[in-house]
């Protein structure tokens, strides 16, 4: 989901490039929010992958 994320953010810039480029505010503001969605997805998978980790590391401390 990280990769998906990271996705997102390289669209929303080219987005937000070619709507500074052709004075598009929606365009811009669309690239925005697709950066803002990427760094999201990126946080909830960060999190996920804490979390396997903890519970991994919990697991391995009571064998």
């Known amino acids: 989901m990280a990769d998906k994320g990271k996705m997102d953010q390289a669209k929303g810039k080219a987005k937000e490039a ?3 480029i052709a004075d598009n505010d929606r365009m811009k503001a669309e690239g925005k929010m697709d950066q803002a ?9 960060d999190t ?16």
């Open 18 to 20: 070619v709507g500074k």
């Open 48 to 63: 996920a992958e804490r979390g396997r980790d903890a519970k991994d590391t919990m697991r391995d401390k009571h064998r």
């Open 37 to 45: 969605k990427g760094k999201a997805k990126e946080a909830v998978a």
